[in-house]
């Protein structure tokens, strides 16, 4: 509920100034998207839904609302319903904030804000805005795409010249809470097993970003770094005795969390170039007093290099190669994510768009869960090494 007045203070703040004015002087937009997504699998089963049938579990819709109610304010919101396999088939708040912008070298925000760490982090709930029906994995993960999305505090941004041969500097710096619920994608095998978060996990979250667009027209130069204080919440850990569940407090911890990214994007003509280098560190601890308690370290680098290409007027063709490795992990499959995808995005008219992909997975690190890929007598993990995906996406914008 405190987070929630957050976004809502945010808002009846930044509207404030405009009470006395008509509806036409608001300058209020409102804008969205619709998707629908078809998977399918050679084995195994990707983001809970049960894709090697082939799954039509892939639904979203996006409605924002924005308004400007004086030439330095702007003030918006957005709603997602998301349903993807087994999680989701909800309506959730993505962003709600206040953008006060004095200049072009100051300007803020506050309220439910979308965190602008990495090179798409910030625009991955704008499924129009690129072509790829899935972003590299290994640094945007599907199933916690919204939890990554967003923070509740605030954000300070702007942009400096550096000379006539310097180029510009844009910054970002913020800070607040991060919320993970306890049904995010990150905790998915966790509460399988029978651990749950009633309350989610999070913490104080702070971070800043350069984007450097350099002198050579088109080629920006960037780098982000998130500090993470200690997380922890209460859990329950539900054991089941002669058929009887009987539920433990407990309590989990992340510790050493921060994620550093280095990117780069080159833009000429019909060409566009992007690679990015990022790292998670982190130290999990699960513990339920009189039952027991697990520590576990996670060291996840991750990279990726894409390409596209605009074919005509509304054919656009991509490719990338993406791949993440947990330096912590036993050796084997689960300890990494290697991935080819081939893309094409048809833009039938200004509203209406498809996007076909096929990837050539290698490893099961990213985009699986028990439930769905059960563990047999001749597989003891209940995943194959090797999976390929194809994906059918079509949408509609307004």
Known sequence: MKRLLVGAMALILGAAPAIAQSLEDLNIQIHGYATQGFLYTTQNNMFTT??????????EAVVNLTSQPTPKLRIGVQARYFLLGNLGN?????????????????????????????????????????????????????????????????????????GASGGKLDYRGWGGERVLPGTD????????????????????????????????KGLMIGASDSRDNVWGAP????????????????????????????????????WMVAAEHGRLPASV??????????????????????????????????????????????????????DWAINAHYDFSQFLYAKVEQHFIDGTLVGYDMTTNPPTASLPTGLQTNTRLTILKIGVSF
């Open 50 to 59: 049960n894709s090697s049938n082939g799954s039509p579990a892939w639904t």
């Open 90 to 162: 909800a309506i959730v708040l993505d962003w709600a904030a206040a953008d006060y912008k004095a200049d072009d070298r100051l300007g803020v925000r506050f309220g439910k804000v979308k965190t602008p760490s990495a090179l798409f982090n910030d625009v991955q709930d704008i499924d129009p805005s690129y072509i790829w029906a899935l972003l590299p994995q290994s640094i945007y993960p599907l199933m916690s795409r919204n939890s990554l999305l967003a923070h509740y505090g605030g954000v300070v941004y702007g942009t400096f010249k550096l």
């Open 185 to 216: 994608g990150y905790f998915l095998n966790q509460t399988e097993s029978g651990i749950t978060l009633p309350n989610g996990l999070g913490g104080v979250t702070t971070g800043a970003a350069l984007h450097w667009r350099t002198p050579l």
């Open 235 to 270: 859990i329950v850990y539900t054991y089941t005795v002669q058929g009887v569940p009987i539920p433990f407090p407990g309590t989990e911890t992340i510790k050493k969390l921060y994620t550093p990214y280095f990117f780069a994007k080159y833009e000429k003509d019909k």
């Open 285 to 338: 601890t699960i513990a339920v007093p009189g039952l027991f308690a697990e520590s576990e370290g996670l060291d996840q680098q991750s990279w990726y290099g894409m390409v596209s290409y605009k074919v005509t007027g509304k054919l656009t063709a991509g490719v990338y190669d993406t791949q993440s490795f947990d330096r912590q992990a036993a050796l084997g499959p689960a300890r990494y994510f290697k």
